[in-house]
């Protein structure tokens, strides 16, 4: 069965460094790879996904993510974390029977000053 | 463009009551997704729709129902509320008419909370 595991759930980090959220999928056949982002009360923003081609997506706000198949991975990263960056982010996999999407438990960014 | 509409925005039932929250897709999008987030957990995958048949079924309880009209709008019905139900709950869109799985687009989610 499908599954996403974000080993983070609480991350922090200084306004202006860099960043890294981890995401590891279990997946049988070629994955499709999303990542969201939720402030507090909101919805799910979309910020990239990942469906085939290229396996370093760029996204919304400065986002980008890598796709590792021989680690089974997704991580997100952000050179410079900027204090509007402070949300959850949630790693998501869709199947290919155009169904659900899983996703991870989450991550809560807390951006420092 | 318009994105994926919900409504209402919150909700507040007493148990035992009924509640239909309602999700208006993006134009032309022609497949609804439900799910349920409950506080401090990652969205759970209720049901979908395509093209006004049901596609698949998550961890939908029976009092649960919900259907996809001509417009493709959807209806969750949920009855005999219980504590528990108090979530927050996600209409996503997507269009399958590429014939992959494409983007989930959600909606800014209805909070219900069950006195």
């Known amino acids: 069965a499908q599954s996403v595991t974000q080993p983070d759930i609480h991350i922090t980090v200084s306004e202006g460094a860099s960043l890294e959220l981890r995401c590891n999928y279990s997946y049988g056949a070629t994955p499709y790879l999303f990542w969201y982002v939720q402030s507090p009360g909101q919805g799910l923003q979309l910020l990239l996904k990942?469906?085939?081609?290229?396996?370093l997506v760029q996204g919304i706000k400065g986002f980008e993510a890598e796709f590792k198949r021989s680690q089974s991975s997704f991580n997100l990263r952000k050179p410079s974390v900027h204090w509007s960056d402070a949300a959850e982010y949630f790693c998501a996999v869709g199947d290919d029977n155009f169904n659900k999407f899983y996703f991870g438990s989450g991550t809560k960014l807390n951006v420092k000053p | 463009a318009a994105g994926v509409i919900q409504s209402p925005r919150h909700l507040i039932k007493e148990k035992r009551e009924t509640a239909t929250l309602k999700c208006y897709p993006i134009?032309?999008?022609?497949?609804v997704y439900w799910y349920q987030q409950g506080p401090g957990q990652d969205p759970q995958f209720l049901i979908s729709?395509?093209?006004?048949?049901?596609?698949d079924k998550g961890s939908i309880p029976d009092r649960f129902s919900a259907q996809q009209f001509s417009d493709y709008h959807s209806e969750l019905n949920m009855s005999s509320l219980e504590l528990g139900d108090s979530a927050l709950y996600f209409c996503a869109s997507s269009d399958r008419t590429g014939g992959a799985t494409d983007t989930q687009y959600f909606g800014p989610g209805t909070r219900l909370t069950v006195l």
């Open positions: 990942y469906f085939s081609g290229d396996t």
């Open positions: 729709f395509y093209e006004k048949m049901q596609s």
């Open positions: 134009s032309r999008h022609d497949t």
